[in-house]
């Protein structure tokens, strides 16, 4: 206030090089200014000046801290603590920074207020407050054990544009008495001020966490880009995705067989995938993504229904799902879960970000998968070409020779003579009979692609051989049931059907039947004359062994005029 007569000075400010003065340094100097301030302009002039060095770091715990420090000192209250308000529809304090309270002492009192009592009175009513004495205003909740004392009592809401950030609490003035209306005009200008510093950090952190998540976008691409299996790059893209958006959990769902969800990849949590299978609103999330092509969101799930009494199932709140597809027949949603204690992690989040990573991984998997595809066309169209030379030249040559010396024996006196020539000929047709074998045994060599694929491959490239094209038939998801592991013994199997079933005389028809269920059952049937028992015996030994080394079974049917059934019958798993 001025005096009657006496000119009335300029505001008193603080000249100082914030580069240069600590952060205790400035504030000292702020109070001492303060206290031979004469009238309020001066005094926010002053508290302007000290809020400046607020802005100075960047880090939003940083800004915190220091908004708390200084709003202590400027009233001169002995304890001093910012609520930060959760950002979910659970309005309660998520972060408590104090001042006053050691951190032994902190220790003592237990866990932190959450925003019961006078403290939630101040969110829910988002005004100032300034009280005598705690414990006699109505919404008092009281102290737990080991609690100071406090008394006086001074709260203002911190503001960000329109939504309030949190709640700065003063207590206890030192030298007693009571905050005054100047005290609170105070503080309101400093909330005003932090709230500003406060979302330049927030900017500054949404920043940084772009930054995280390119960097996380580039690791995963070079980390699926050529993964040992596919499994392995579903593990990388989920553990990747928990990770950079400090989730709880994070998993691949995709779809089955029979249209059902499959869990894929797990990561976080410790629960199973059929505990998240029985889960309707991971499904539910799922399925939105998948239709709409966007982020699904769910910001309670057990608010949603269906997540009680699921065994093996843990606390979790809100859940998101973004597509993945991993490829051109796989469709798929990558999801994110947080329990219901870290849920604001969730609010904080930019989904688009997440989904922008899952577009990445997938789009680099898909890459990688063409570039197999590629490779794997490449060598399938030059062993195609080595067939056909094998075929048409070596084969045919081979047996103009054969029909050359059968000639020949007629033309032959001596028996001894005639019998070579005739042995000469059988060594031929063994060695025709050898090399259609190698052509069928080409396709096998190279077991890493969809199975149901090379098993089509192989089928068609018989066709070159046997002049005609056999008919195949697939019973079951084979793409996705037949274990990778199963594939070379499959193929090779299927081979060796083919490569015989060529060698009987008059077949005109061949049909090859691929079948999964809790077995896989390969067939292979031809019209042919049948053959005798002792060659198929020795002929199918190596298919035998197979199926035997896995626990299955192989049947061969076959007699004269009635042409031959080959079954060969293995465990899935």
Known sequence: MGVAGESREEP???????????????????????????????RLQLLLDAVVTISADLSLDGVLSRIVAIASRLVDAEYAALGVLSAGRRRRLRTFIHHGISDDMAAVIGELPTGHGLLGLIIDRPEPLRLHDIAEHPSSYGFPENHPPMSSFLGVPVRIRDRVFGNLYLTE???????????????????????V????????????????????????????????????????????????????????????????????AIAGMAFSGEALASLPAADVAAQ????????????????????????????????????????AAVHGTLSLAWSTQNEDRYYLLDTQLVTSYAEQAALT?????????????????????????????????????????????????????AARLEQAVDDLDATIKDIRRAIFGLSSLDTAGDIQAEVTRLVERASSTLKFKPTLRFEGPVRTLVPPELAPDLLAVLAEGLSNASRHAEATAISVIVAVGDQVVLTVRDNGKGMESTGAESGLANIRIRALQRGGTLAVDSGAGRGTTLTWSVPRR
């Open 12 to 42: 008193a400010r603080v000249d100082l090089d914030l580069d240069r003065v600590e952060f205790e340094d400035l504030v000292r100097a702020v109070l001492d200014r303060m206290h031979g301030a004469l009238d309020q302009q001066a």
């Open 173 to 195: 003035k030192v030298g007693g008495g009571d905050f005054t209306v100047e005290d609170e005009e105070v503080v309101v200008a400093l909330a005003a001020a932090a709230g």
């Open 197 to 264: 510093a406060i979302e330049n950090a927030r900017l500054y952190e949404e920043t940084t966490t772009r930054e995280t998540w390119s960097r996380a976008t580039a690791a995963i691409a070079a980390a699926v880009a050529d993964p040992e299996s596919v499994d392995d790059a579903y593990a990388a893209v989920v553990e990747q995705a928990r990770e950079v958006g400090r989730a709880d959990a994070a998993w691949i769902l995709v779809d089955g067989p029979d249209g059902d969800q499959q869990v894929v």
């Open 288 to 327: 939105g993504a998948l239709e709409k092509g966007e982020c699904c969101a769910i910001e309670d799930i057990t608010e949603a229904g269906g997540a009680a009494g699921i065994p093996g199932l843990p606390e979790i709140g809100p859940l998101l799902a973004v597509p993945f597809s991993p490829s």
């Open 365 to 417: 998997m898909q890459l990688s998968e063409a570039r197999d595809e590629q490779r794997r066309l490449a060598v399938f169209e030059d062993r195609d070409r080595i067939g056909r030379d094998l075929h048409d030249l070596v084969i045919q040559r081979l047996f103009a020779v054969g029909l050359g010396l059968q000639g020949a024996t007629r033309l032959v006196e001596r028996p001894e003579v």
